[in-house]
């Protein structure tokens, strides 16, 4: 509805800037929210748990280590979310599918590298009931091993060509660490596609697309990231290459947001997809992936919340206005006042609510939709309803404007507009501003990303990640330029890499 034409403000040019986003442009208002005061900053882990309880987004109570429940709020926002992600795919010309959650062992076991990067996080099911199963399975950890003895069946032809699919599901990995909200979980609300091309020049066009996709995805989560090619240590067990999309929360970390992988043909080798060209030779299918999660709310809450509560982008906030009558008793005609001015934002096609509980006071009903994130408040008194106005006030920047009925659609749209855009322009300030380059190791002490130079030998990856203990997250995806030297040994050097602590 609104941001539409916005612009796609987080491509990454390929210029020899470190940044991965063109500047915006810092208009006073953006800088009216100070990003870096607060508990989110002194003790994120206390004031996430906080912020996303107060909210009900989830219910921690399940007795099941890791494995939440989603709360009808929180759904709601996942629904969004997931309602835009296929809505791009869909557009992209991918198919949604719904493949069975368990996976024989013996498919499991086709690929090699793919089996040691989750082996240890697989759950099992070995029993019916006392019965031993013959074959015993396991609850999918992500559906490359579930899907792809079935392309083998699917693809006969260069016809069938390209194969372009995707399903949201829930996917399970017995997660050592201690285990987050939205962020590191046991039983994980997933997104993934697998698509099969001819060559592997149509899989590179795929993925460019795929980074297409997300971007636009998370321009409306008010959300810039990092597009990091990962080092070779580092990529997806079965991957050729992996280019991770990390998003800075405001612990000075990285999160990884969403996975893009090109396989080549490693695993249609192991699962034998082939495909018979337009020249009768059979050959083996090229196959990326593209995999997002929960994590996009873990992320969102963690760079947009503030003391107050979270706050949640207009584009996928289940409420987007919550008209709040200012009235202390009863008032029937502020209530038809209230509901008239309803009815106008459904027509309009906002997600609207009215708190109209008549024993609540109105400064807790603020308070509450601070909670909950809702982006715009409306409230109503007598003077508005005498003057025929409203009041809108921000939950962003916390401003406040008085705007009559009549300007009302055009007032909406432009601030939800505005909003979107400067919580962009606000996280982007924050990921430009702790982006910081560094020639030695010594100068490597803060929580923030670096960007180093590195020979490209893992020997001396390895040493900096430990000397460091910091991750090397990889290289731009679309390239820099850079000239300096490995951090590390000291050699000329034209390849910079990104290195911070993860969450
Ligand atoms: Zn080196």
Not at 40 to 62: C, G, P
Not at 247 to 274: C, K, S, V
Not at 290 to 296: A, D, I, P, Q, T
Not at 369 to 398: A, N
Request: a negative charge; hydrophobic letters at 35%.
């Amino acid at each position: 509805m609104y941001a539409e034409d916005a612009g796609n403000g987080i491509t990454l040019p390929a210029s020899n800037s470190w940044a991965s986003v063109p500047a915006v442009e810092k208009d006073q208002r953006v800088l009216t929210v100070d990003e870096k005061k607060g508990k989110k900053y002194e003790n994120f882990s206390e004031w996430y748990n906080e912020v996303i309880e107060k909210a009900d987004l989830t219910d921690k109570r399940y007795p099941v280590k890791g494995m939440n429940i989603w709360t009808p709020y929180g759904w709601k926002l996942m629904s969004l979310i997931d309602a835009e992600t296929r809505r791009l795919v869909d557009e992209n010309g991918h198919h949604e599918v719904k493949f069975p959650l368990l996976i024989p062992e013996d498919e499991f076991q086709k690929e090699a590298d793919h089996i040691k990067g989750f082996g240890d996080e697989v759950f099992w099911v070995t029993h019916a009931g006392s019965t031993p199963l013959d074959v015993p399975l396991l609850l999918r950890p992500t559906s490359e091993t579930a899907m792809y003895p079935i392309f083998d069946l699917w693809i006969r032809s260069h016809a069938d060509l390209p194969l372009k699919i995707y399903q949201m599901v829930n996917v399970f990995r017995y997660e050592t660490k201690q285990t987050r909200a939205f962020m590191r979980m046991r039983e994980i609300h997933f997104f993934e596609a697998h698509t099969c091309h001819e060559t592997e020049e149509e899989a590179e066009i795929q993925i460019r697309e795929d980074l297409e996709m997300m971007d636009k995805l998370a321009e409306k989560l008010c959300m810039p990231y990092l597009k990091l090619r990962r080092t070779d240590w580092d990529k997806f067990p079965g991957a050729k290459y992996t280019v991770g999309g990390d998003a800075l929360l405001p612990t000075g970390r990285l999160l990884q947001i969403a996975g893009i992988h090109q396989y080549l043909n490693n695993f249609a080798e192991a699962y034998d997809i082939t495909y018979e060209g337009i020249d009768g030779e059979h050959r083996y299918v090229h196959q990326t992936t593209y995999g997002m999660s929960e994590r996009l709310i873990g992320a969102m809450v963690s760079i947009h919340g503030d003391d107050k509560g979270v706050v949640l982008p207009p584009a996928f906030a289940p409420i987007q206005v919550l008209l709040i009558p200012i009235v202390y008793g009863e008032d029937p005609d502020l209530m038809d006042y209230c509901r008239d001015v309803l009815e106008r934002l459904r027509k309009m096609g906002y997600r609207v609510d009215v708190d109209d509980r008549p024993d609540i006071r109105p400064g807790s009903k603020f308070y509450e939709s601070e909670e909950k994130g809702i982006p715009l408040r409306i409230d109503m008194g007598g003077k508005e309803m005498e003057g025929k106005t409203v009041t809108l006030v921000r939950r962003d920047t916390g401003e406040k404007s008085t705007v009559s009925l009549e300007e009302l659609e055009d007032s909406l749209e432009e601030l939800m507009n505005t909003m979107e855009q400067e919580m962009f322009a606000r996280a982007q300030s924050h990921l430009e501003d702790n982006i910081e380059d560094a020639d030695d190791l010594g100068s490597i002490s803060q929580e923030k990303v670096y960007r180093i130079g590195w020979c490209g030998t893992f020997e001396c990856g390895e040493n900096i990640e430990e000397a460091t203990d910091r991750n090397i997250l990889g290289t731009l995806y679309h390239g820099e330029e850079y000239s300096g030297k490995c951090i590390w040994c000291g050699k000329e050097s034209s390849i910079a890499v990104y290195l911070c602590k993860t969450h």
